[in-house]
């Protein structure tokens, strides 16, 4: 709203203010002007001043719409509820068998807490309509009285007639937690999500509530897939693949990742190749993240993945390539500790350049000094230069720390021992 609007509105609630004021001690607004006064004090929602008018009206002219406007007045701003149920049952006498008073006097009762008398009102509203609103109303004295199967069975109906996913959620709570119809809700949520183009997040959260609730990891999963097909938001990617890990199914979430086919399951997607050790699959991948992301450490990754993937780990050609590709990184400005240990682990390893090898697991080292890793791929260098003394001290305290249960470790140790003799 614009500020002239609401100055507006301000000297208007002013000037009707005071009319009404005027009115009390003269009697001669007309009853146009005390219509408008009672609408404009609905709309800010000042009950307690639009009942009064529409009581004043009441009053006037006998007229029922008044009378249930000041009553409604009454429910919204909960200001005499007793006294509005007095008049209102006074009209209702003279015109018995109107549904309107029961659509008023159940939600009066209820705001007074006299729910016999609200549920008594709403059998007669039940005996007298069928339809889906008065059945909604008539379910809530049932809902305060603790009959919940009744309650569920009218929301049922209303549900059944009018497919409103407000009274879906509020049906599916009450048979999860009080009727122990658990598996119904679900399959009545199930229902509405696959034939409503138009749902809810707030119906996928309450499948997914149940599911949890039922240790159901499938209907997680498909929940999941049906969120981010909606609202294509990342964290509905990644939780639908932690149901998947949850699960133990890697093999099922890589599938789905290979379908999904955008550009947020791609690095999931890497990730899970390289944890399965399809290598082939996630170097290929490689040249697309770099692609999306220009970072070059994806061209170290394809270093890595190029020598992981190679069934002969000498050959020259692919140990040649592999040093190309962590080269090209680096100067590029990887200094990752990660990167940087692999290269020069391979440098030293391989024969490439033992010297230079070293001097990058120096750098690593700077980053984490206390990596067993990274002092096990030193101490391999030094045996490579025949510092074997240098080399066994390192040696000596990783396999302190790691003990002997890594085979490279264990085959490192074993030769620079002898080395040291």
Known sequence: MSWNRIIQSVVLCVALLAGSAEAKELNV???????????????YKAYDLSREVFKTLYDRTGEEQY???????????????????????????EHPGSL?????????????????????????LLERSKKPEDLDLAANPYLYSGDFKKAVGLLKKVYKETSNEKVLLRLSSLMDEYTHERKEAIQLLETHRRMNGFTSDAVYFKLLDLYVKTNNIDGLIDTYKALYEKDKKEKYLKKTIDAYAYKGDLDGAIAYLEEVKDDEADYILYELYKRKKLFDKAFLLTDKLYK??????????????????????????????????FKKAIDMGVDDSIYLNYYGYTLIDKNVDVKKGIKIIEDALVQQPDN????????????????????????KKVVEKEGLKEPEIAEHWKTIQKCKK
């Open 29 to 43: 607004v007309s009853d146009d002007t005390l219509i408008i006064q009672g609408l404009l004090f609905e709309e």
């Open 67 to 93: 009378l249930f406007r000041e009553v409604a007045s009454s429910l919204m701003g909960k200001i005499y509820i007793d006294e509005s149920i007095k008049r209102l049952k006074a009209w209702d006498e």
């Open 100 to 124: 309107e008073a029961r659509r008023l006097l159940i939600p009066l009762y209820l705001t007074a807490k006299r729910v016999k008398e609200a549920k008594s009102e709403a059998e007669i």
């Open 292 to 325: 999306q992301q220009k970072d070059p450490r994806w061209i170290a990754e394809k270093g890595i993945l190029l020598f992981e993937k190679s069934k002969d780990k000498n050959d020259k050609k692919m140990i040649k390539d592999v040093v190309g590709y």
């Open 372 to 395: 067993t890793f990274y002092l096990d791929s030193l101490a391999w260098g030094y045996y490579k230069e025949k510092r074997c003394s240098e080399a066994y001290d390192l040696m």
